[in-house]
């Protein structure tokens, strides 16, 4: 199949690269110059594990193209992805659809009947309805447009993308599902369930599937508050309530409260829609502000675990990434803990094995720290505040004799309380027993 993919963002790059690894056609469109000129060199404008080699490869073997020109780009496309940016409206949080928009109109111009337009960007209820009444506006006749949600996580994106838990594809028409089967084809051999919806029930799946995973993360942070509270461990009421098939174990992992580019954003744009149709959506709604107050709230785990008072206290912070395995800061929990810190007088010492570009651009008071030990040296507590691998086995030992303090702040549960205790540490984690 000849597709193009318009946007080379996260979904489109990662996209684009993956269906051209299955043996498709691809050319990625992109307006910025910048990004194109650094693909066609073989640089990624994004941090995602093995995305360099498969883009690399398929640039190679002619499979994968580059371009910032739009008509070029789509001339002989079967399937037009649409997968720019839908960033959250400054003040009502509602999905921003002007990059969606414009590409649109562009496509107007040069689009070829039989063309299936499919949007892979997150967009709200009814954007596959607005894409027809412009193309119809713009006098564009027997084109069909298509919703294909993409469910892949940052940092684990190409392996998300070719093992697929299932595919979605909404479409009112017997062509765009034809073309979007022919398309996923090789992952049928994955065993990859696709299922055919109505547009606009593709379109809500996808806002659904994360506001339900936002509310299992809120869910257990709650209950590890609770924990806290009862003396009980929430690593074991996860494990505990996990294991039953009908609620499963993941994303049950209490920290500090979900970030990214994805559950922030989708949240907020469920609720406009909901409110836009005058239906209440409670649990969405309190899930928004039970993770805002939770972001808000780590500061002063951090301010109990040395006694109250961060004026003048040293905090090595670990991790700035609003997950491990990307660069991405969107919404990171670290955003308003570092501030937080900052302000209430403490200085900040931070490490992240690749996201100090993108931190530096945001906190321009603490200081970077050129690996872990470093960050660590001479400090009151440390703060995990990020996963990453390389943060689940220090030396724990080490670590106390570099520090001024003894606080470990753990807000990841990656270490248990004995082993840290044992190197002389005093442990403080979340949802762990009274001393949380
Ligand atoms: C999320 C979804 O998981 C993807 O399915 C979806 O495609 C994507 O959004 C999107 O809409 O584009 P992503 O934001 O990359 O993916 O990252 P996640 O791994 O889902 O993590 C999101 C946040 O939740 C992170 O801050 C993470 O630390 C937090 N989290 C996750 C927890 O606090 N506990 C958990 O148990 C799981």
Redesign the pocket.
């Known amino acids: 199949m000849r597709i193009a993919m318009i946007g080379t963002g996260y979904?489109g790059l990662v996209s684009g690269a993956c269906f051209a690894d299955f043996g498709h056609q691809v050319c990625c469109i992109d307006k910025d110059s910048g990004k194109i000129d650094g693909l066609h060199a073989g640089r990624m404008p994004i941090w995602e594990p093995g995305l360099e080699s498969l883009v690399k490869s398929n640039a190679e073997r002619g499979r994968l193209t580059f371009t910032t020109d739009l008509p070029s780009g789509v001339a002989d496309a079967e399937a037009i992805f649409i997968a720019v940016g839908t960033p959250a409206r400054r003040g009502d949080g509602h999905a921003d659809l002007s990059f969606v928009h414009a590409a649109v109109r562009e496509l107007a111009k040069v689009i070829k009947p039989g063309t299936v337009v499919v949007t892979k960007s997150?967009v709200p209820v009814g954007t596959g309805d607005e894409i027809e009444k412009i193309l119809k506006e713009e006098g564009v006749e027997g084109v069909s447009v298509a919703s294909n949600p993409?469910?892949?996580?940052?940092?684990a994106a190409i392996a998300d993308f070719k093992h697929p838990d299932r595919i979605v594809v909404g479409a009112e028409d017997e062509h765009a599902r034809d073309v979007l089967r022919e398309i996923y084809r090789p992952l049928f051999l994955n065993r990859a369930p696709i299922l055919f919806t109505g547009r606009r029930t593709a379109e809500l799946t996808?806002y659904a599937?994360?506001a339900f995973?936002a509310v299992k993360?809120s869910f257990?942070n709650e209950i590890a508050n609770l924990c806290e509270a009862v003396d009980a461990d929430v690593q074991d009421v996860a494990r505990g309530i996990g294991l039953d098939n009908r609620i499963g174990p993941?994303?049950?992992?209490a920290?500090p409260?979900?970030?990214?580019?994805?559950?922030p954003k989708?949240t907020l744009a469920l609720l406009q829609t909901a409110d836009k149709v005058g239906v209440d959506q409670r649990i969405v709604r309190t899930t928004v502000a039970v993770n805002d107050d939770r972001k808000a709230s780590m500061v002063d785990r951090v301010a109990a675990a040395l006694g109250g008072e961060l004026s003048g206290k040293r905090i090595g912070v670990l991790g700035l990434a609003?997950?491990p395995n990307t660069d991405d800061m969107r919404d990171a929990?670290s955003i308003p803990l570092v501030q937080s810190l900052v302000e209430r007088g403490a200085e900040v010492a931070a490490f992240d094995p690749v996201a100090r570009e993108q931190a530096e651009r945001i906190f321009t008071d603490i200081s970077f720290a050129a690996d872990a030990a470093a960050a660590v040296a001479g400090a009151d507590a440390v703060v995990i505040v990020t996963e990453w691998d390389e943060f689940r086995a220090l030396d724990l030992e080490e670590m106390a004799g570099a520090m001024r303090g003894r606080a470990l702040v753990d807000l990841r549960n990656v270490y248990d309380r004995e082993e840290a205790e044992r190197a002389g540490l005093t442990y403080f984690g979340v949802g762990r027993g009274r001393q949380g």
């Open positions: 979904v997150t993409e469910f892949l996580r940052e940092g996808k599937a994360n995973l993360i257990i993941k994303f049950l992992h920290g409260g979900y970030g990214g580019s994805c559950f989708d609003f997950k929990p």
